[in-house]
């Protein structure tokens, strides 16, 4: 009988010590991805979208931490500046003023300039991945749409075009830094346990556009910072992004809660930003 106990004990021991090094090897990228997959956001049942798959939240939640760690980069400053005046030229182009009410009723402040405005500005952007494309990293240019060109046809995420660079030159700069180096995709993350058709695969056209669209859909982090930007530069009533225009893209507490873990995770553990690149 003591022997059988001791053998017991000793194999709760061996399972205890394995847990405890692996939480102690789990990698920072790792604990903000967890964050998310734990999430009420990546259990929501979206209106007319249904649920999604955790790697679209896990994705989105690495590509926030590295801009909450880069906040001096101009994209990142574009993304977190204050919402403009309600009821002003604003709600045509800054898709967090066209918001502002809805905002509001949620208590979520963009008045200011910061990482509360920047969060707030992520939190919308995965409503707007949801309508777009159901979280799908791959997705190629909606059917429906007469949009088949190079510059017009949209692609990925957020169902964007190389045509709305215009908006910003931070979205050529960015398309530039992307194309050169592609370490940061996120695309292992993005696209786990997700499925793309010939459809999606499809690219349109020639040239830049052409080369846009393929970026955009290998390239998911890409996707998600050129769409902040967006967002912010050509996003509110008269703005690229239909469900933002008609503000059919939702704002839930569940995901600004994730984030605002992640935000406070990256306050306790600056270091973290070191793995983040």
């Known amino acids: 009988m003591k022997s059988y106990t001791a053998s017991v ?30 999430s009420k956001c990546a259990t929501t049942d979206w209106e007319d979208r249904g649920f999604a798959k955790k790697a679209y939240f ?32 604003s709600d045509k182009t800054d898709g967090l003023t066209w918001y502002d009410a809805k905002f509001q009723a949620l208590g979520m402040s963009n008045a200011t300039d910061g990482v509360d405005t920047l969060r707030h500005a992520y939190a919308l952007l995965i409503g ?33 075009s190389w045509g709305a660079h215009i908006a910003s030159t931070t979205m050529s700069d960015l398309f530039s830094t992307y194309k050169s180096d592609q370490k940061g995709c996120l695309l292992e993350v993005f696209s786990k346990q997700v ?13 830049t556009g052409a080369d846009w669209q393929k970026l955009t859909k290998s390239c998911p982090a890409f996707a998600a ?16 992004f239909g469900p933002i225009r008609t503000r059919k893209a939702q704002v839930l507490p569940e ?15 600056p270091q973290i930003c070191d793995t983040l690149k």
């Open 128 to 160: 707007l991945g949801m309508r777009e494309s159901s979280g799908k990293y791959c997705v190629g240019r909606d059917r429906s749409a007469n949009f088949s060109s190079a510059d017009s046809a949209e692609a990925g995420l957020f169902q964007t």
């Open 255 to 269: 995901c600004d809660s994730m984030l605002s873990q992640i935000q406070a995770l990256i306050k306790a553990t």
């Open 58 to 89: 896990r994705g989105m939640a690495l590509v926030f931490a590295k801009a909450i760690c880069q906040p001096d980069r101009p994209d990142v400053k574009i993304v977190s500046a204050a919402r403009g005046t309600p009821g002003t030229r």
């Open 9 to 38: 004990l000793g194999l709760l021991g061996w399972i205890f010590c394995s847990l405890s090094a692996s939480a102690q090897e789990s990698s920072p990228a790792d604990q903000i991805a967890q964050i998310a997959a734990d």
């Open 225 to 240: 910072e050129y769409a902040a930007v967006l967002l912010r530069t050509s996003g509110g009533k008269k703005g690229e």
């Open 195 to 207: 499925t793309c058709s010939a459809w999606d695969a499809r690219t349109w056209g020639s040239g």
